[in-house]
């Protein structure tokens, strides 16, 4: 690097403030286009270390991924091995070696961003960042040093944490969130989850696996109630039949630690009901975190929930400051967060970007998968546009068969008039995988005839998308036509 006055040192091109998964590829993406950028992140984990990838590397998609497929493996082998003609007379689990297993995976990808950030040529920078006005960013590193920056454009992606319930307040190690659920260091006998959402169920389902008598407790009356309702209830059919005790309509009123257990009061709509566990995690949702991260004069608006007000290119109140990820609008999720950091810095750097907000995939990874993308069948119906729809059940592939993961089915929703695809739907084996087709599929506004008319490997699992698309129109061969 030239000679440089300390003045110019502190000047950036772009400092994107959060490291995470939407503040990451924001920082290395303005630097491919040339720009000179700095990313300030201030996590630490439980040990002290600061690390980049934010709750998505650290605490939240990576981490629970890992337990995920440990637990999978663990449970297959009681479950599914005998089958396949395989005895194993007698697996056992060693949950610290499945937490080292894991810690290594997550310090592997977070140590793997600074090494992006230095190929890239993006300057990283470890502590707390603030945002005042004139774009100035003033930067405590994590040893109380101080730091004043300048740059053309900022970008906030503070992220997001977990909320807490008034009525069921954190109280490690008893009442938990997301991130101390994935670090309990033995199975608990019984654990209560409150929230039925994507995380608690995911996190349930590593417990149950396990061994814990899991309950979950719900609020709402209906399973996944933001899901195409046909896919909830499938996948309800088997979440129950692994064991997890999901209650549906169970709002909870009050948590107490009491010795070593938590006692649970939740109202089923006609008494109220009591519950003991050993651990409970609470998963109802989380807030867009942005403490400290504005001062007085940044220029910076929030919305009425705490978000950081953005227009559909991610613009705040304040020129040049630009903001993404979960501290936004729109679905809380890693890869749309990434996809915003990246438009962000292509808008910057004169380029063209565009997010396509309707076609962003969800995925539960629980055993089957659950994932969709576009319209559900009620919202369909709701809208009055005139619709058809094709399914496929797994029991009918033959992939599904060989792989004793014959569960769930494939759902493809498309318009009558056009046949453009609506919504696609998936409940079975990798469903998380197979999503990625549709998503492409409505990426390019392809029609079902489009699916009908696309050669699909044989046999695999993507065959299911296919016969969908065909019996969109009553035509699928491996399927009777309903
Ligand atoms: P974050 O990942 O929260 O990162 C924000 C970063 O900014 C943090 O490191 C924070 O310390 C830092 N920061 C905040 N303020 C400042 C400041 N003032 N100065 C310096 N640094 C600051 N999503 C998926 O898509 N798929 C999944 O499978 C999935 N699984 C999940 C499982 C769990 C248990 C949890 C909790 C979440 C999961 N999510 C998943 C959601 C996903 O983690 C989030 O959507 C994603 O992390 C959001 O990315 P982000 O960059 O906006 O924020
Ligand atoms: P998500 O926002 O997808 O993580 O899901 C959180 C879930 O927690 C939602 O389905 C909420 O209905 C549920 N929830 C919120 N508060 C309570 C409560 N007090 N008791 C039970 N469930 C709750």
Not at 161 to 174: D, G, K, N, Y
């Amino acid at each position: 690097m030239p000679n440089e006055s300390p003045a110019n040192a502190d000047r950036f091109d772009v400092i994107v403030i959060g490291g995470g998964p939407a503040g990451y590829p924001a920082a290395i993406r303005a630097a491919q286009n040339g720009l000179r950028v700095a990313c300030i992140d201030e996590w630490k984990n439980r040990d002290g270390s600061p690390a980049f990838g934010g709750t998505c590397l650290n605490a939240g998609c990576i981490p629970s991924k890992a337990l995920l497929e440990s637990s999978e493996l663990y449970y297959r082998t009681q479950h599914e091995f005998a089958a396949h003609g395989i005895r194993i007379s007698a697996a056992t689990v060693d949950v610290a070696q499945m937490q080292k297993r894991k810690s290594t995976i997550v310090r592997g990808m977070t140590q793997g961003i600074l090494a992006l950030f230095k190929g890239a040529g993006v300057t990283p920078l470890q502590g707390h960042g603030q945002l005042h006005g004139g774009k100035r960013v003033e930067f405590t590193g994590h040893d109380g040093a101080r730091r004043s920056l300048a740059a053309q454009h900022v970008v906030l992606a503070s992220g997001s944490a977990p909320i807490e319930l008034r009525t069921a307040a954190f109280r490690a190690p008893h009442i938990v969130d997301s991130w101390g659920a994935l670090d309990f260091p033995a199975v608990p006998r019984r654990l209560g989850v409150i929230g039925a959402g994507v995380i608690g169920l995911e996190l349930g389902s590593v417990w149950r696996r396990l061994g814990a008598e899991v309950v979950v407790l719900e609020a709402l009356p209906d399973f996944l109630a933001f899901a195409d309702q046909q896919l909830a209830k499938e996948a309800l059919r088997h979440l129950k039949k692994q064991g997890l005790d999901i209650r549906l309509g169970a709002k909870v009123s009050a948590a107490t630690v009491r010795g070593e257990e938590v006692d649970v009061t939740y109202s089923d709509g006609r008494a109220e009901q009591r519950l003991t566990v050993d651990r409970l995690v609470v998963a109802v949702g989380r807030r867009p975190y942005t403490q400290d991260l504005l001062a007085g004069d940044s220029g910076v608006d929030l919305d009425e929930r705490g978000f950081i007000s953005v227009d559909e290119h991610c613009r705040t109140t304040a020129a040049e400051v630009w903001a993404i990820g979960d501290c936004v609008r729109g679905p809380m999720l890693a890869h749309k967060g990434k996809e915003e950091g990246v438009m962000v810095a292509d808008r910057i750097a004169g380029r063209f970007g565009e997010i396509n907000y309707q076609v962003i995939p969800s995925v539960i990874y629980t055993a089957p998968e659950i994932a969709w993308v576009g319209l559900t069948e009620e919202q369909i119906k709701a809208s009055g546009r005139a619709y058809k729809s094709g399914i496929f059940p797994f029991a009918a592939s033959g992939r599904a068969r060989a792989m004793e993961q014959a569960q769930g089915f494939a759902k493809i929703l498309a318009a009558k008039d056009d046949d453009q695809i609506l919504g696609v739907h998936i409940v079975g084996p990798l469903a998380g995988e197979l999503i990625a087709e549709a998503v492409l599929a409505m990426e390019y506004s392809a029609s079902s005839e489009d699916l009908q008319r696309t050669i699909h490997a044989h046999p695999t699992l993507a065959e299911a998308l296919h016969e969908a698309a065909l019996n969109v129109d009553k035509r699928a061969i491996d399927t009777l036509n309903r």
